[in-house]
């Protein structure tokens, strides 16, 4: 069965500070990767996507995401962060292709200090 | 151009009663998607329909019911109300199925069953 795991609840962090959320999935066939968020009030919305190519995408507000297929894994990162990325970060699967059914993890609740 | 459109945003239900939630997809989005999310399970897959039909349906029983009208609206029902079905509901469109998991999201129908 499809599974997404994300190990981190509740990361806080100061503005300026290098942010890595880590995401792992298992699934077993060819997998479509994605981020998306949850800003305080507003409803959720994709910050970028893995579909095939090149395993760094860029997303949306220098966001970047890295999959690494030996592990797994798809761990969102950005240099820099600002008080207005707090937010809640949801990592998912596509479970199969030509589908949106979408595997969730639980999320990670991120709070930016400024 | 509006986004996803759900209604309503909050209810108040009894335990055996019954509810239906609609959704508003983005103008020319011909797939709609629902979840439900929870703290406890996070976000889970419900249903897709694209053109009417039901595409894929998640690990839920068969209270949880949906359709698709020809102007690509979609309303989901839950009968015989349980505790646990209290959370949130969520609508998101796509502009086809083979969007994967492209999704575009509303802010949801608030359930709760007392």
């Known amino acids: 069965a499809q599974s997404v795991s994300q190990h981190n609840h509740h990361v806080i962090l100061s503005e300026a500070a290098s942010l890595e959320l880590g995401c792992n999935y298992s699934?077993?066939?060819?997998?479509?990767l994605f981020w998306y968020v949850q800003y305080p009030g507003q409803h959720l919305q994709l910050l970028l996507k893995?579909?095939?190519?090149?395993?760094l995408v860029k997303g949306i507000k220098g966001f970047e995401a890295e999959f690494i297929k030996s592990k797994f894994s798809f761990n969102l990162r950005k240099p820099s962060v600002q008080w207005s990325d707090t937010a809640e970060y949801f990592c998912?699967?596509?479970?199969?292709?030509?589908?949106?059914?979408?595997?969730f993890g639980t999320g990670t609740r991120l709070t930016v200090i400024p | 151009k509006a986004g996803v459109t759900q209604t309503p945003r909050y209810l108040i239900k009894t335990r055996g009663q019954q509810v239906t939630l609609s959704c508003s997809p983005i103008?020319?989005?011909?797939?709609v998607s629902w979840y439900q999310q929870t703290p406890g399970q996070g976000l889970q897959f419900l249903f897709e329909?694209?053109?009417?039909?039901?595409?894929n349906k998640g690990n839920f029983p068969g209270r949880f019911s949906g359709r698709q009208f020809s102007n690509s609206r979609s309303e989901m029902n839950v009968s015989t109300l349980e505790l646990g079905d209290s959370a949130l509901y969520l609508c998101?469109?796509?502009?086809?199925?083979?969007?994967?998991?492209?999704?575009?999201f509303g802010e949801g129908s608030r359930l709760t069953v007392l």
């Open positions: 893995y579909f095939s190519g090149d395993p």
């Open positions: 998912a699967v596509n479970g199969r292709t030509g589908a949106n059914n979408l595997f």
């Open positions: 103008s020319g989005h011909r797939s």
């Open positions: 329909y694209f053109s009417e039909t039901q595409r």
């Open positions: 998101a469109s796509s502009l086809h199925p083979a969007n994967t998991g492209e999704l575009f």
């Open positions: 699934y077993g066939g060819t997998v479509n």
